[in-house]
């Protein structure tokens, strides 16, 4: 379930949504109005009953990358800068 708390501050008065998400990480997210607080949390319980959290919510799918295919991503990225030509070049004679 959702928990819905009001943070008083220098700055004025918050109300903070803390919950757990599906894949376990703790979400807090912060609202300057009651309404919009309670509009968010109940969203997000719903959501996450009907397993569909992700669509809502535009999470990113976790995936895993074997160190390979991460090397790989690694020299195309970095590849046309002159510094990494430059000093891989000497570490590929060897």
Same mark, same amino acid.
């Given at each position: 379930?959702?928990? /819905?708390?009001? /943070?008083?501050?220098?700055? *004025?008065? &918050?109300?903070?949504?803390?919950?757990?998400?599906?894949? *376990?990480?703790?979400?807090? +997210?912060? $609202?300057? /109005?009651? #309404?919009?607080? !309670?509009?968010?949390? *109940? +969203?997000?319980? =719903?959501? #996450?009953? !009907? *397993?569909?959290?992700?669509? &809502? $919510?535009?999470?990113? #799918?976790?995936? %895993?990358?074997? =160190?390979? !295919? /991460? =090397?790989?991503?690694?020299? !195309?990225? $970095? %590849?046309?800068?002159?510094? $990494?030509?430059? =000093? #891989? +070049?000497? %570490?590929?004679?060897?």
């Amino acid at each position: 379930m959702a928990e /819905l708390r009001k /943070l008083t501050n220098k700055d *004025g008065t &918050v109300w903070q949504v803390d919950y757990d998400a599906p894949d *376990g990480m703790r979400v807090r +997210k912060c $609202f300057n /109005l009651r #309404k919009d607080a !309670e509009a968010y949390a *109940g +969203k997000a319980v =719903s959501a #996450k009953r !009907e *397993g569909r959290y992700d669509d &809502v $919510f535009k999470v990113k #799918k976790k995936t %895993q990358v074997t =160190s390979a !295919e /991460l =090397s790989n991503r690694y020299v !195309e990225n $970095f %590849q046309t800068q002159k510094a $990494f030509y430059s =000093s #891989k +070049k000497m %570490q590929w004679r060897r």
